[in-house]
């Protein structure tokens, strides 16, 4: 099937599994006659195709005279978005789809020998199945046995009959191998040999008439005697290293319904050698092993599998493959020293090479950020540096770790079709795609994230495969000889028709223990080999097998199997690393999450689950009501019992919310959401009713910056849905981070994730978030978050007020605080003396406060600190010149006296860590600044002179 797909984003695609009826005018034809391809219009359920304007489009291809090299029409368009230029034409008075032209015009070749094609919507999410292939010219050549491009495996002696026909007397010659072992010399339209075969032979029919010629092409094949022998016990499948023997390296690929495998490559030519034949092993007759001697050390080597029926595949455990599509357009700066792909052959291919030394890792004992704690920047390395690779990632860590996040989420970095990708058409989930940089560059991007303390999640798409897996091609469905086609009945691995209704690609069978194996083999890679710290795991409704393509309740409801199947997974992933991070976009039932957030729990584990509120927080920062609670911010009304819910207001799969403040915002007199600086400085207001809540969070790349170019954004400026995945502008390439109405919002959302990690308050299980309670604030767009924690000592903040108006007026906010006295604004220190705790407190449009109880000790930790620092001023207001400061976590500490002008008055430094140090003023009476800068950041106080 013609159906490469290098397609980036998730869609449903559904299939049509019948043949349509056609007609082709004139028939028969050559390549440079104009033809009409027609079609009735019974042939296609325009409702449930969704197309409107009987918008149908031709999806086609065309391969030579011997049916092979098959290309793609240059009008296609992409999968997900057909060329106009491709739009069959509907004829009313007949009810007939029809397309008129002229096949090399068409497809931009010549030397045509037919043409396959299908119909489909312009999205791609329907489709006709299966393909349909047409010849090209006056003469037909027929091979009825064998049929074209298929194998035929016989003993050796053995004889093959080989028949064909054509519609018009021609005269026959048979080749193998290239050379004539038959021929006629009397026109007929029929053919037929008995051919004694001696060997493996690529056999080529043609036929010839007084005008033209036409070939086809089949395989015979001597069968092979496999010796059943034990595999060592230091072999497993995929490339394995002799730690004793750099000479030697074992292979193992699981191949069952293969009679024979072939290892081709680098060290033999890329030929097929029967001492390159793999062995059976004889506990699992399903796994092909060999160990290859004489490896040169440090060499690079490059393989193939070559099994019995043809298939040609690179190893599907390869931590790194070259590909024949993709690897030409990889920049040297990206990945120094890049391999060539091996001249002649194609698809992908696996490497090895012996004796490496192993990456220095700075860090081998990183200590993880609680998981309700973590602060996750989820990003696209694509779309986040111009120069799109690691070293250009790790160039921004001082900018990722000034904004206090303490994770990075990316999207997935395993090998996916071409280079310019979201990354979820996943071909090899083992191998880390060469698109951004090198292993060792890679890796040292981990090392550098945990040297500042932030944990690094990947992104993994376990419910899918695309056509390139050697999963797939290994079985499936070729009619064409090009090496993809649809999943075949026997695949170990796939589906042949998918279990849920969110299917993309090739639907992996979780209920496989292949599929199994695949899996937890893909998770140790990524957990041992480049320390990552955990995963989230793409569409988990997928992971059933008890629904269907078109049932979409059946896969939004509860489903048995696929709750055991996660937890079979959770466990095998905590089997290799226990305290790494388990996150499921699962975005389904309460039931159903309740069951894996709580899963072991007792014992500290329990997996997160991504908590969607981008609407309702898109609501409010647009300025309007209408669906704008954001309660379910809270995990406690999801079921869960800890802090498991990954809230997010943006994610990858999401509209951003400045391109909607700005495109749809609310109008109000003269406030005008739409008004860019209006919108952007609402976004401060998202941070605080977002970071302030407990339990993890989760920000898209460029949050912090207002980015405002929509989802759907195309290359050329316009906006498509067909454009979701397309390349999208780097902020800084526009600067986004040195403008201030910008850098505002970054500032703001550090100060604040900052006040969160200083602040054990914020570790607490015990808090409300009021969204817009229309009994308490009957116009909404109100904001009251209280967080609180009575077991904390009187030093620390035990309450959080955090109150927000997001209408387009000012409003008088009742604040409600649990009790009077004095709070602390904890964005700039003043404090308020509440004698009632429903006084209203004006908030214009936007704007935001965040309170905590007085404790006495004004304090701002810097924000790249990861310690608890403290200062506190006894006896304040200072009375008879003598000051007490009382000091916590002040390695390297200094003092400095400031007054409210910013005037340095004193400095001091501190002898040690923790202590008391006494201070004599001489300063006139008034209110100064004591700050305590230390290796662990700053401490401010302010001090009263009497």
């Not at 951003?656 to 919108?679: C, E, H, P, Q």
């Not at 009957?778 to 959080?800: E, F, H, M, S, W």
């Not at 308020?832 to 930790?861: D, H, K, M, W």
């Amino acid at each position: 099937m013609k159906k490469l797909y290098s397609i980036v984003m998730l869609f449903m695609i559904i299939f049509t599994f019948s043949q349509i009826n056609y007609t082709i005018t004139p028939n028969p034809f050559n390549e440079t006659d104009q033809i009409t391809l027609t079609v009735p219009g019974n042939q296609i359920d325009e409702a449930a195709w969704g197309v409107s304007n009987n918008a149908i489009y031709l999806w086609s291809w065309s391969l030579d005279t011997n049916y092979a090299n098959s290309l793609d029409s240059p009008t296609n368009g992409s999968w997900n978005n057909s060329n106009e230029a491709n739009k069959l034409n509907y004829n009313s008075g007949t009810d007939t789809y029809s397309f008129t032209f002229i096949p090399t015009s068409f497809f931009g070749r010549t030397g045509i020998g037919r043409f396959g094609f299908l119909l489909k919507n312009k999205t791609g999410s329907r489709q006709t199945s299966p393909d349909i292939f047409v010849n090209v010219g006056a003469l037909n050549l027929n091979l009825t046995n064998p049929l074209p491009n298929s194998l035929t495996s016989v003993s050796s002696g053995a004889s093959v009959g080989v028949t064909a026909t054509t519609n018009v007397a021609a005269t026959f010659q048979l080749k193998a191998n290239g050379s004539v072992i038959n021929s006629t010399s009397v026109p007929s339209t029929s053919y037929s040999y008995n051919y004694i075969v001696t060997g493996d032979a690529n056999m080529e029919l043609s036929a010839t008439d007084n005008i033209s010629s036409k070939n086809t092409s089949f395989i015979v094949q001597v069968q092979r005697n496999v010796a059943s022998v034990p595999i060592p016990n230091w072999i497993k499948p995929g490339v394995n290293y002799n730690l004793n023997d750099n000479t030697t390296v074992g292979l193992a690929i699981y191949a069952p319904f293969k009679s024979f495998v072939h290892v081709i490559g680098s060290f033999n030519n890329w030929q097929i050698d029967d001492n390159y034949l793999m062995n059976r092993d004889t506990t699992n007759p399903d796994l092909y092993w060999i160990v290859l001697n004489g490896i040169t050390p440090l060499q690079l080597y490059t393989f193939q599998y070559r099994t019995n029926d043809l298939r040609k595949v690179a190893d599907p455990f390869s931590p790194q493959i070259l590909s024949s599509y993709d690897d030409s357009s990889i920049l040297s700066s990206t990945y120094p020293g890049l391999p060539g792909f091996p001249a002649g052959q194609n698809f992908e291919v696996s490497m090895f090479k012996t004796g490496q030394a192993s990456y220095s890792w700075q860090v081998t004992n990183f200590q993880r950020p609680e998981k309700e704690n973590l602060i996750i920047y989820e990003l696209l390395l694509r779309d986040f540096t111009q120069e799109k690779n690691w070293q250009s990632l790790i160039n921004k860590i001082n900018y990722l770790k000034a904004l206090n996040i303490n994770a990075i989420e990316l999207l997935p970095i395993m090998e996916f079709e071409g280079n310019i990708s979201w990354g979820y058409n996943t071909s090899f989930h083992y191998a880390l795609d060469k698109a951004y940089g090198t292993p060792e560059k890679f890796k040292e991007f981990v090392d550098i994230c945990h040297q500042n303390g932030i944990a690094v999640i990947l992104d993994i798409a376990f419910n899918h495969a695309t056509g390139r897996s050697p999963l797939v091609r290994l079985w499936n469905v070729d009619p064409d000889g090009d090496g993809y086609g649809d999943v075949a009945a026997n695949n170990p691995y796939f589906n042949q028709t998918p279990k849920h209704s969110y299917n993309v690609f090739n639907d992996f069978n979780h209920t496989s223990l292949a599929t199994r194996y695949y899996v937890e083999r893909c998770l140790g890679q990524w957990l041992t080999e480049y320390k990552i710290d955990g995963f989230r795991w793409d569409l988990t409704k997928g992971f059933t097998q008890s629904c269907s393509e078109n049932d979409e309740t059946c896969t939004n409801s509860y489903q048995q199997d696929r709750v055991d199947i996660m937890k079979y997974y959770a466990d095998k992933q905590w089997s290799i690393d226990p305290n790494s991070y388990i996150i499921f976009e699962h975005l389904g039932t309460d039931a159903e999450e309740q069951e894996w957030a709580n899963y072991k729990i007792a014992e500290g584990k329990g997996v997160m689950l991504w908590n969607k509120q981008t609407d309702p927080y898109n609501q409010n920062t647009m300025g309007y009501k209408e669906n704008s609670n954001y309660d379910r911010m809270d995990h406690k009304l999801h079921g869960f019992t800890n802090k498991n819910a990954v809230g997010y207001g943006e994610s990858h799969d999401e509209e951003r919310l400045m391109f909607k403040n700005s495109s749809y915002g609310a109008v109000n007199g003269t406030y005008n959401v739409k008004n860019i600086d209006t919108a952007l400085h609402r976004m401060k207001a998202f941070g605080a009713t977002f970071f302030t809540i407990p339990g993890p969070k989760m920000i898209w790349q460029f949050g912090e910056l207002g980015y405002d170019f929509s989802i759907n954004r195309c290359v050329d400026g316009s906006i498509n849905n067909g454009c979701r995945t397309d390349e999208k502008p780097v902020a800084f390439t526009l600067g986004y981070d040195t403008e201030p109405s910008r850098k505002a919002i970054y500032d703001t959302w550090a100060q604040i994730i900052n006040i969160r990690k200083i602040h054990p308050v914020f570790n607490s299980k015990t808090y409300t978030v009021e969204s817009n309670n229309l009994v308490n604030d009957p116009n909404g767009l109100i904001t009251r978050i209280y967080v609180y924690d009575n077991t904390l000592t009187a030093l620390d903040i035990k309450n959080i007020v955090v109150l927000a108006n997001y209408d387009t007026s000012v409003k008088n906010v009742v604040p409600y605080f649990p009790y009077g006295g004095q709070w602390e604004n904890l964005m700039d220190n003043t404090v308020l003396n509440v004698v009632s705790t429903t006084a209203p407190i004006a908030l214009q449009p936007g704007e935001f406060r965040i309170f905590g109880n007085y404790t006495g000790n004004l304090s701002t930790i810097d924000e790249n600190s990861t310690h608890r620092l403290s200062l506190q001023i006894v006896d304040n207001p200072v009375q008879n010149g003598m000051v007490k400061l009382v000091y916590h976590q002040a390695k390297n500490g200094e003092i400095t006296i400031y007054d409210m002008s910013g005037k340095k008055l004193d400095s001091f430094p501190l002898k040690t860590e923790n202590g008391i140090y006494e201070l004599r003023t001489h300063y006139p009476p008034g209110t100064y600044l004591v700050h305590l800068k230390t290796a662990n950041g700053i401490a401010i106080q302010k001090m009263i002179v009497k």
